[in-house]
């Protein structure tokens, strides 16, 4: 089972960025994916997850709004369109699966390796 983050790197504050994870060595349209991220000196944090049937969405304060979380079945890839992102969103960005009830308390099956994104004001 592998995640791969790809679409980290730079942004000016108000642009806009894509991140995309590909999932391999089994199916996951069964599972949620989601999203987290882990800033320097600070705690990894939940920021969006995405039901199997994409029917349930749910993301973070912080980002809602801003964000939008999909995910396609097909490609056994999740998304994360960041709009608008601010400096203070500057952090690793992990790729998660798990189940779409526990992953926003960080209950998470797999994990990806991590794409840094930064944010300059």
């Known amino acids: 089972v592998q995640l791969v983050e790809s679409g980290g790197g730079l942004v000016q504050a108000g642009g806009s960025l894509r991140l995309s994870c590909a999932a391999s060595?089994?199916?996951?349209?069964?599972?949620?994916m989601g999203w987290f991220r882990q800033a320097p000196g600070k705690e990894r944090e939940f920021v969006a997850s995405?039901?199997?049937?994409?029917?349930?969405?749910y993301y973070a304060d912080a980002v809602k709004g801003r964000f939008t979380i999909s995910r396609d079945n097909a490609k056994n890839t999740v998304y994360l369109q960041m709009n608008s992102p601010k400096p203070e969103d500057t952090a690793v960005y992990y790729c998660a699966v798990g189940g779409i009830a526990t992953m926003r308390r960080g209950v998470v099956k797999y994990w990806g390796q991590g794409t840094q994104v930064t944010v300059s004001s």
């Open positions: 995405i039901s199997a049937s994409a029917g349930n969405l």
């Open positions: 060595g089994r199916t996951f349209s069964s599972f949620a």
